[in-house]
């Protein structure tokens, strides 16, 4: 194609055959030559640039070019060929290093877990850091007063060691869960001033036999160098339990971690400033030898708070929360009989969760009493039930609530509802727990067949009211509870004409497999005859007594049955108001 300046070239419209007649015209100044690429680039003398594909090495355009004398260039492309292939070999080098390292240093972490396998995993706290003190435990003054000589040991040590006393290597916390152990721990260190080790037995048990033990040693070569400083167990029946119980003998990895602590324990220089303390709310299944002298040699038990200590308590976690005045903690402390100090706690949280859905800014009453039925009932179920149903559910429980108010008094009736609650569809009555044999520990036979009565109390409010043939399963459960009270009687406590003897079968194995390796019939079948005669004449003198008591007061039980129906819930005032005037005891 001859040249035509009026006409520009570009990439678009230039082909190889343009190309040959533009040199052979003279149009052509210059030939930028790629081998490899099979394309030049072509300077024109108008100024144009193009680039036109070629077929590959071709020689005719070299041979045209070097005839027509065009400035010929060719670029060989080795050098940029070897470049881009180092940056490809360096790139690649890179990546496999970087992986290497990667690699490297998850082995390095893996290492590092291993040789740390045996390593104590006991959180140390420092004299700063131990904050808590005798005051923030209140409930407990027993069990304070018994651990001062403890702060007075770590405090004034050579005071002791002048009368040639010493103080026990090893104190057992028991008591039931949520009383306080932990805490108490924590105030002795804090009121000793002394560091806190503090570790849940739980930890030191692993999959392979050996790294238990060896955890135990390294806990206790820590604490060596910390001394003077306490050393806390928590829940230490997980590794104290009796050796070679239940079927096969035992753990081998828990019994030679409580071997170690054993050794451990015994170990321990006498006054060497190191106090190990333990908490545990099952005492029974703990190894004797961990219980001898010079290792847990004193039990302290945390029990429940008294009334009193319940007021301390709850003054203690209201104080961060915003109570209004006409709370009265003396009345919600006579009303929480049997709580601990944890359940306390979550009474006045909940208190505080219901004032906040109610919107208003201070915890009143009825806040905490929806936090109490919420907690001791349950959550209450908006499943209504007929009005047949609800007269005889309301016969049982008022029924319950007369005869309780017969053997115990009418200020035991806490509540009376037939409102029902996610998982039951029974009404409730709330009978307060004597809280003299809950302090005590002791048990009466008239306490015991007391129970019985107010548990067989509903059955015979439908027997009364309704006749023996319309009588309903609604007192199953009832019947089991005084079923049970009475075997105790006749087969524990020798409450009955069979004298003062025990048959009990333990029946609550605290190991399983210790009642297969002995024979399961310990009496004889003339003797579980008359055990079981005397079960049921328990349950039948009790349920004609309870008969009897709601006869006495039929008027009465109509009352209350009406009422409760219409208003569904009758609390302690209001039946202290129907009751008081007309009980006949």
């Not at 135990?216 to 339990?241: H, M, N, T, Y």
């Not at 209201?318 to 009345?331: G, H, I």
């Not at 959550?379 to 609800?390: D, E, G, P, T, W």
């Not at 190991?511 to 328990?538: P, V, Y």
Request: hydrophobic residues 40%; contains cysteine.
């Amino acid at each position: 194609m001859p040249f035509n300046s009026n006409f520009p070239y570009s990439e678009s419209n230039s082909s190889y055959s343009d190309l040959l007649l533009d040199i052979d015209y003279g149009n052509v100044e210059s030939i930028l030559f790629y081998p490899r690429r099979r394309e030049v680039d072509v300077l024109y003398k108008n100024g144009e640039t193009a680039k036109i594909p070629i077929l590959y090495n071709d020689q005719l355009i070299l041979r045209k070019a070097t005839e027509s004398n065009l400035t010929l260039t060719i670029n060989n492309s080795n050098r940029d060929m070897a470049i881009a292939e180092s940056a490809v070999t360096f790139g690649l080098l890179l990546i496999f290093i970087t992986g290497f390292l990667v690699i490297l240093r998850g082995t390095s972490k893996i290492a590092s877990k291993a040789f740390g396998f045996g390593k104590s995993r006991a959180k140390f706290f420092t004299i700063e850091e131990v904050e808590t003190r005798f005051d923030d435990v209140a409930g407990v003054p027993e069990a304070a007063e018994e651990l001062k000589e403890i702060i007075e040991f770590l405090k004034r040590p050579q005071k002791l060691l002048d009368l040639g006393a010493t103080v026990p290597k090893g104190v057992l916390l028991i008591g039931p869960p949520g009383t306080g152990k932990t805490l108490l721990a924590k105030a002795i260190a804090g009121e000793s001033g002394v560091p806190f080790i503090s570790i849940a037995a739980s930890e030191f048990v692993e999959l392979f036999v050996g790294v238990g033990a060896s955890r135990v040693r390294d806990l206790f070569q820590k604490a060596s160098q910390k001394s003077p400083c306490i050393v806390f167990i928590d829940e230490i029946d997980s590794i104290g339990r009796q050796r070679g119980s239940g079927i096969g003998g035992g753990n081998d990895e828990r019994e030679q971690t409580l071997n170690q602590l054993l050794t451990e324990l015994d170990g321990f220089a006498e006054n060497s400033g190191v106090i190990v303390l333990a908490a545990t709310n099952r005492p029974d299944i703990l190894d004797s030898a961990l219980l001898r002298p010079g290792r847990f040699d004193r039990k302290i038990e945390v029990m429940l708070p008294d009334r009193n200590g319940r007021k301390k308590i709850l003054s203690v976690h209201s104080l961060t929360k915003p109570l209004s005045s006409n709370v009265d903690l003396n009345f919600w402390a006579a009303r929480t009989i049997g709580f601990s100090g944890a359940e306390l706690e979550n009474l006045l949280n909940e208190s505080a969760i219901h004032c906040a859905r109610s919107k208003s800014k201070e915890i009143k009453n009825e806040h905490i009493e929806d936090a109490l039925e919420k907690i001791t009932l349950g959550i209450r179920s908006s499943k209504l039930v007929n009005s047949n149903s609800k007269k005889l559910r309301a016969y049982n429980e008022v029924g319950r609530a007369l005869v309780s108010s017969v053997r115990n008094g009418i200020k035991s009736i806490d509540k009376i509802t037939l409102l029902p609650r996610i998982g039951s569809y029974t009404a409730v009555t709330l009978i307060a727990p004597d809280e003299e044999v809950l302090n005590s520990g002791l048990i009466s036979k008239k306490h015991l067949l007391t129970k019985i009565e107010i548990a067989l109390a509903g059955r015979a409010a439908e027997t009364v009211v309704f006749g023996f043939r319309e009588i309903t399963q609604y007192a199953e459960n009832d019947l089991k509870y005084a079923t049970a009270i009475a075997k105790e009687m006749v087969t524990k406590y020798g409450f009955s004409l069979m004298g003062p003897v025990n048959n009990s079968q333990n029946d609550n194995e605290v190991f399983l497999g210790n009642s297969l390796l002995r024979n399961k019939s310990l009496i004889a079948d003339k003797t579980a005859k008359q055990i079981d005669k005397e079960i049921m004449d328990i349950s039948k003198k009790a349920l004609n007594n309870s008969i009897n008591i709601i006869t006495n007061n039929r008027s009465l039980l109509d009352k209350l049955a009406d009422i409760l129906v219409i208003e569904e819930t009758i609390d302690n005032k209001r039946f202290s108001e129907i009751v008081s005037t007309s009980l006949k005891v």
